[in-house]
Nanobody, 118 residues
Framework: QVQLVESGGGLVQPGGSLTLSCVAS????????MSWHRQAPGKERELVARISSIGSIVYADSVKGRFTISRDNAKNTVYLQMNSLKPEDTAVYYC????????????WGQGTQVTVSS
């Protein structure tokens, strides 16, 4: 059974930090590209950061220099360290796993709420 379980969301003041975690199971994590996406109320879901199976990283322009994505293949976990948080970072954050080729899949977690407010 495939599972992506996010944790670490919550309420934080502007300028604060949070670290999100996503623990994966039921598929070959090390062969998957992992990413974080977010969706704010009334807006479309958008890519925040992606890390490939070989460690290549892409960030959305809006989070460059503030957010850091990393993965631990031994723990089947992907992280998103978020610093200098802004009110506009408020959203539900989703973990995603994709793989293309002879084995193809696209899995989503249930999401975790991040609220940046004073």
């Amino acid at each position: 059974q495939v599972q992506l379980v996010e944790s670490g969301g919550g309420l934080v003041q502007p300028g604060g930090s949070l670290t999100l975690s996503c623990v994966a199971s039921g598929f070959t994590f090390s062969r998957s590209a992992m990413s974080w996406h977010r969706q704010a109320p009334g807006k479309e879901r958008e890519l925040v950061a992606r890390i490939s199976s070989i460690g290549s990283i892409v960030y959305a322009d809006s989070v460059k220099g503030r957010f850091t994505i990393s993965r631990d293949n031994a723990k089947n976990t992907v992280y998103l360290q978020m610093n200098s948080l802004k009110p506009e970072d408020t959203a539900v954050y989703y973990c995603n796993a994709v793989r293309y080729g002879s084995i193809t899949y696209n899995y989503w977690g249930q999401g975790t709420q991040v609220t940046v407010s004073s």
